[in-house]
């Protein structure tokens, strides 16, 4: 029983990780231009299928991850460059809705250029799995937390050490403050949305070893991101994090316990609760518009 | 310009700023018609008139956060071409309307990002103690959120952000706005400091005699036009500036 509950453990935190690096990524974007950007999942799909692409063209597993980060920040920038900056104008679900739309046009080009079929990245240790407690563990999802945790803690130091990073911060809190400071706001929304782009990219590459990936990965790996950053309150950071683990978590005990037939409808429970009852989420501020 | 012939006053200075031909508009609704304005090197000019005169948007024009039409020159140099950022690089710095403090950020963060545009890292140090000695109080809170301050402190700490800039023309908007009176007693007696210092002050207030007693010279703003300018004092002691504007 023990050993189960271990197994559904560690999946559920495995599946947290990559939901909470996503869930960081909408969290960025809203904190910065208020937009939620529903193109985040496609991020994941350009970390995942980039890889395989580039190793199929016979780059070294390292090399074409990088590659593929790579050109997942360089498509944050352009989506923000081409479509959201041009539009500056319109308002926050105008904004959204280009997203939308954004979204479908990289999963159409990933379509078009990579194929439809599902592909598997190898690992990333020889060893497939190690026993701990009577379950077993994936070496893979040793790497998952680790980078995670890597990732969490970099851009912990990112927003509280350096000057960039805090005028990110500058930004989000009050755009024409920042202006007034010399911050070229223009620049940071770009950065946000390369970084953005960066950890979604991230987490479509470490998680592609055990879920597969598709040009069509992006579209749920994206909303569920999206349910975890709303249950740990748009724009909180640490209820982006709380809201991955919860969500992973209830995922993996839904389909141990109930059935996995279940699973994906987890996520889309929990949003309506969190909306009925908590309408800011866990860590969200209590302020109804942000002015 | 109305005739305001006896109030008329040049600058004894050379321009540092120097505005003509102003005209601004929020979508349809023109908010400035063809402002003409002068401030010279080391003045401190006042900026009167009622709420929805177009104070505010005359500053935000000055900092490069509203486009205008007409010319915008500064010691010299003409601004259309120049972003917010770089009028910051420059020397023009605003303190905004409502203080605008970074909320979540420490005080002391708040204080550093006003020197965003500057590399000088030891001048930046040196500059933080100077505000710091300037206002005791940030200096206790520096750890703090800047959104647990108090309004007062809130407007020091946007001052303080605004003097890490190094400006050369600092622009005030309503420093007096929502405090105490003995609170506004402090605001203007920083900003008479800040004259001393030789700092060339731009001061937008409703509170107008507080804003004239501080300043060598004065503008009224009245709908989008200048109607009179003039010595602080000189204006101070109009009748119809008095009967509008001082409450009889």
Redesign the interface.
Known sequence: MLSEFFQFTFSGVTLGAIYALVALGFTLIYNASHVINFAQGEFLMIGGMGTVVLLEAGAPLPLAMLGALLLAGVAGVVLYKLAIAPAKKANVVTLIIITIGASIFLRGLAQFFWGKQYHALPRFSATESISVGGATLLTQSLWVLGIAVVLVVALALFFNRS?LG??I??TS??K?????????TQTILTLAFGISALLGAVAGVIVAPITFTAYDVGIMLGLKGFVAAAIGGLGSSTGAIVGGLLLGLSEAYTAGYISSDYKDAVPFVIILAILFFLPNGLFGSRAVERV | MTSAAPFNALPDTPNLLELSGITTAYGRIEVLHGLELRIGAGETVALVGANGAGKSTLLRVISGLQPASGALRFDGADLARTDAAERVRRGIVQVPEGRQVFTGLSVEDNLLLGAYTRRDKKAIQQDLEKQYQRFPILKDKRRLPAGTLSGGQQQMLAMGRALMARPRLLLLDEPSMGLAPLIIEQIFAIVGELKQEGITLFVVEQNAAEALAVADRGYVLETGSIVAEGHGQALLDNDSVKAAYLGG
Do not use: P
């Not at chain 1, 024409?176 to 070229?184: C, F, P, S, T, Y």
């Open positions: 000057r805090k005028a911060l500058a809190m009050n024409d403050a920042a202006r007034l400071a010399g911050i070229k």
